[in-house]
T-cell receptor, first 112, second 115 residues
Framework: SQQGEEDPQALSIQEGENATMNCSYKTSINNLQWYRQNSGRGLVHLILIRSNEREKHSGRLRVTLDTSKKSSSLLITASRAADTASYFCATLRMDSSYKLIFGSGTRLLVRP | DGGITQSPKYLFRKEGQNVTLSCEQNLNHDAMYWYRQDPGQGLRLIYYSQIVNDFQKGDIAEGYSVSREKKESFPLTVTSAQKNPTAFYLC??????????????FGPGTRLTVL
């Protein structure tokens, strides 16, 4: 069963705008990770946020985590056409530390 | 050049045949994983291994088999028992970070098509 569910499923924005993607999960987590996937390629790790952290930044990426609401958001600022990809959240559950559970992803299109 | 490689990139199989997908990493990671991805979907865990000579079933192991004879290698065999094997297969590896298994590094994937 899916642990993380992303929202929206698809997002289309103009270059320069900000893109926000949300992820909800069901059980207690050790950490939450965001990945990016270009069409037909492998996944690339973007950022990891631990359960005791509330916010993390990496370049144009900002991730927040609200464990009380069991949700996370990924903000991409000043988007570029090259940011066009699918974005997945994945949770590492507390009860099974080996297992990363992926959501179904948000497909982002950045129009030039 | 450190990384994780998968081969082949594309694979075609006739029904009833077994095929083996290769996954190699030189990152010195202890854990390796196999995922299946169907169009427009997320990843589902097939098998994982946290140490050499040991592996565990994931959520959708039926019709698949693996081995972990070397730390660097984690081949996946798609058997004829897998009813719907056409999919994109991704291999990943990770290392223990103290608080748990850390970020996963992914290979480029193998697209398997059953004819």
């Amino acid at each position: 069963s899916q642990q993380g569910e992303e929202d929206p499923q698809a997002l289309s924005i103009q270059e320069g705008e900000n893109a926000t993607m949300n992820c909800s999960y069901k059980t207690s987590i050790n950490n939450l990770q965001w990945y990016r996937q270009n069409s037909g390629r492998g996944l690339v790790h973007l950022i990891l946020i631990r359960s005791n952290e509330r916010e993390k930044h990496s370049g144009r990426l900002r991730v927040t985590l609200d464990t009380s609401k069991k949700s996370s958001s990924l903000l991409i600022t000043a988007s570029r056409a090259a940011d066009t990809a699918s974005y997945f959240c994945a949770t590492l559950r507390m009860d099974s530390s080996y297992k990363l559970i992926f959501g179904s992803g948000t497909r982002l299109l950045v129009r030039p | 050049d450190g990384g994780i490689t998968q081969s082949p990139k594309y694979l075609f199989r006739k029904e009833g045949q077994n095929v083996t997908l290769s996954c190699e990493q030189n990152l010195n990671h202890d854990a390796m994983y196999w995922y299946r991805q169907d169009p427009g979907q997320g990843l589902r865990l097939i098998y994982y291994s946290q140490i050499v000579n040991d592996f565990q079933k994931g959520d959708i192991a039926e019709g698949y088999s693996v081995s972990r004879e070397k730390k660097e290698s984690f081949p996946l065999t798609v058997t004829s028992a897998q009813k719907n094997p056409t999919a994109f297969y991704l291999c990943a590896s990770s290392t223990w970070t103290g608080g748990g298994w850390g970020e996963q590094f992914f290979g480029p994937g193998t697209r398997l098509t059953v004819l």
